[in-house]
T-cell receptor, first 112, second 114 residues
Framework: GDSVTQMEGPVTLSEEAFLTINCTYT??????LFWYVQYPGEGLQLLLK?????DKGSNKGFEATYRKETTSFHLEKGSVQVSDSAVYFC???????????FGTGTRLLVSP | DADVTQTPRNRITKTGKRIMLECSQT?????MYWYRQDPGLGLRLIYY???????NKGEISDGYSVSRQAQAKFSLSLESAIPNQTALYFC?????????????FGPGTRLTVL
């Protein structure tokens, strides 16, 4: 079945450091790919998405590129802030299905 | 006001008790979902509903039941709670069609079963 694999956390960075959170997937067809973010005490919010190969999703300084050849959708940010501290979830939706499949989440901790 | 609300936000109960978690939305979406979140396991789908008369099991529906009382309300019940149902539960909504894949999540209910 479809699945999403994320790097384990926590990822601990200093403010203004470069961030990469790895995400790879297994799916049939051409899934849509997502990054959701969960801030402390809150529900998940969509951060960015990409619906076809080579698409780049971006939002709030975060970017991720849909790489079909490597089945990856890595999340990057050039300069993290303390306010980026949260749990980040990679997810996919397979073609023709209405359900999301989530990765296990990666906690990001950014210190001043 | 929040578009997706969940009640209660926190609940502690004992093994064998019946528990109902409620979700309400003002977004006018047809599709509603219940997930549970466990450390190291991410979010797993319990049940989902595409409209009032269309309810489907997710990957971990055993021990749970749901009721879609209206378009805006989707309740999750634990008929006889057990300790391994201790988790954070999220409700989510999504519009039908419109070309969007975005799901909108409630703030979550933290359930502890002793």
């Amino acid at each position: 079945g479809d699945s999403v694999t994320q790097m384990e956390g926590p990822v601990t960075l200093s403010e203004e450091a470069f961030l990469t959170i790895n995400c790879t997937y297994t799916a049939t067809g051409y899934p849509s790919l997502f990054w959701y973010v969960q801030y402390p005490g809150e529900g998940l919010q969509l951060l960015l998405k990409a619906t076809k190969a080579d698409d780049k999703g971006s939002n709030k300084g975060f970017e991720a590129t849909y790489r079909k050849e490597t089945t990856s959708f890595h999340l990057e940010k050039g300069s993290v802030q303390v306010s980026d501290s949260a749990v980040y979830f990679c997810a996919l939706r397979s073609t023709g299905f209405q359900k999301l499949v989530f990765g296990t989440g990666t906690r990001l901790l950014v210190s001043p | 006001d929040a578009d997706v609300t969940q009640t209660p936000r926190n609940r502690i109960t004992k093994t064998g008790k019946r528990i109902m978690l409620e979700c309400s939305q003002t977004k006018g979406h047809d599709r509603m979902y219940w997930y549970r979140q466990d450390p190291g396991l991410g979010l797993r789908l319990i049940y989902y509903s595409f409209d009032v008369k269309d309810i489907n099991k997710g990957e971990i529906s055993d021990g749970y039941s749901v009721s879609r009382q209206a378009q805006a309300k989707f309740s999750l019940s634990l008929e006889s709670a057990i300790p391994n149902q201790t988790a954070l539960y999220f409700c989510a909504t999504r519009p039908e069609g419109g070309g969007t894949d975005t799901q909108y999540f409630g703030p979550g209910t933290r359930l502890t079963v002793l």
